[in-house]
T-cell receptor, first 112, second 112 residues
Framework: DQQVKQNSPSLSVQEGRISILNCDYTNSMFDYFLWYKKYPAEGPTFLISISSIKDKNEDGRFTVFLNKSAKHLSLHIVPSQPGDSAVYFCAADPNTGNQFYFGTGTSLTVIP | DAGVTQSPTHLIKTRGQQVTLRCSPKSGHDTVSWYQQALGQGPQFIFQYYEEEERQRGNFPDRFSGHQFPNYSSELNVNALLLGDSALYLC???????????FGQGTRLTVV
């Protein structure tokens, strides 16, 4: 039972443009959401997070939006850079206990 | 400051054998979680250790067991290996009450 879904396995974007990665979840008990980035042969690295009491969190080029009524979150990267090319995982935590439910990932390619 | 370190990086085992994977958490972190990432999937939560006790467990059979030592390092043991246990095993650490986890580079287990 996949409680966190990333329906786009891959995304290609031109350098300088906006990348939008989407994530849907089914469990309304999730109260904390995170995005992790993963390069080949490395472990996931934390990118940005958002609490369920907020609808937006921004950190530099990265912004995460949360729509609780739609059970949907998205990650915006502006402007996209070639170094952003990686697999991005959406994760949800039901009780801020660091027990994460991950999506299947979206492979982002930023074309120079 | 060393991050989360895992050993070994790669491992090949025969079906039916037993395997032990090791993890040293990031300095100052006392909570260790283990995840299994099958090919093309997102990481799946196996269990979490805190104060040398298993605190939470995901949907994995009893063949998967673990241990946490007084220095917070941890082991993941898998008995009676199946071909389907072939995956990347990720260790993540966090400070107690922390809201995000730091991941190691993983151990690639291949069962033949």
């Amino acid at each position: 039972d996949q409680q966190v879904k990333q329906n786009s396995p891959s995304l290609s974007v031109q350098e300088g443009r906006i990348s939008i990665l989407n994530c849907d979840y089914t469990n309304s008990m999730f109260d904390y959401f995170l995005w992790y980035k993963k390069y080949p042969a490395e472990g996931p690295t934390f990118l940005i997070s958002i609490s369920s009491i907020k609808d937006k969190n921004e950190d530099g080029r990265f912004t995460v939006f949360l729509n609780k009524s739609a059970k949907h979150l998205s990650l915006h990267i502006v402007p996209s850079q070639p170094g952003d090319s990686a697999v991005y995982f959406c994760a949800a935590d039901p009780n801020t206990g660091n027990q994460f439910y991950f999506g299947t990932g979206t492979s982002l390619t930023v074309i120079p | 400051d060393a991050g989360v370190t895992q050993s070994p990086t790669h491992l090949i085992k025969t079906r039916g054998q037993q395997v032990t994977l090791r993890c040293s958490p990031k300095s100052g972190h006392d909570t260790v979680s283990w995840y299994q990432q099958a090919l093309g999937q997102g990481p799946q939560f196996i269990f979490q250790y805190y104060e040398e006790e298993e605190r939470q467990r995901g949907n994995f059979p009893d063949r998967f067991s673990g241990h946490q030592f007084p220095n917070y390092s941890s082991e993941l043991n898998v008995n009676a290996l199946l071909l389907g246990d072939s995956a990347l095993y990720l260790c993540a650490s966090s400070p107690s009450g922390g809201l995000r986890s730091f991941f190691g580079q993983g151990t690639r287990l291949t069962v033949v």
